[in-house]
């Protein structure tokens, strides 16, 4: 079955980076779109970026500048470097996959039924 498992979260000073992964595991399909999502409590989920099958990239508006998706297919790893962190960036940062037939760019038109677990990003 499909396992997506997050890393690298942690407690950072404002104006520090961070860089998660995500390493999907059990994969049966040829393309995907990916994503970071984060939750801050009280708050509702909120899309951060994404990456589709062909490199197409898009981020959240707080995020552009200063946060950039990348993925290795070779080691089925998404990644995401944060740098630049607010205090609002903190929060519980998801990593999403769904399957897709072609390599447009996943903002706004994918809905996401794999989920990792999350790792947390504190920023001071």
């Known amino acids: 079955h499909v396992q997506l498992v997050e890393s690298g979260g942690g407690s950072v000073q404002t104006g520090g980076s961070l860089n998660l992964s995500c390493v999907v595991s059990?994969?049966?399909?040829?393309?995907?779109?990916m994503a970071w999502f984060r939750q801050a409590p009280g708050k509702e989920r909120e899309g951060v970026a994404s990456i589709s099958s062909d490199g197409i990239e898009t981020y959240a508006d707080s995020v552009k500048g200063r946060f950039t998706i990348s993925k290795d297919n070779a080691k089925k790893t998404v990644y995401l470097q944060m740098n630049s962190l607010k205090p609002e960036d903190t929060a519980m940062y998801i990593c999403a996959a769904q399957h897709t037939w072609d390599g447009a760019a996943c903002q706004g038109r994918v809905e996401y039924n794999y989920w990792g677990q999350g790792t947390q990003v504190t920023v001071s």
């Open positions: 059990g994969w049966p399909y040829t393309s995907a779109c």
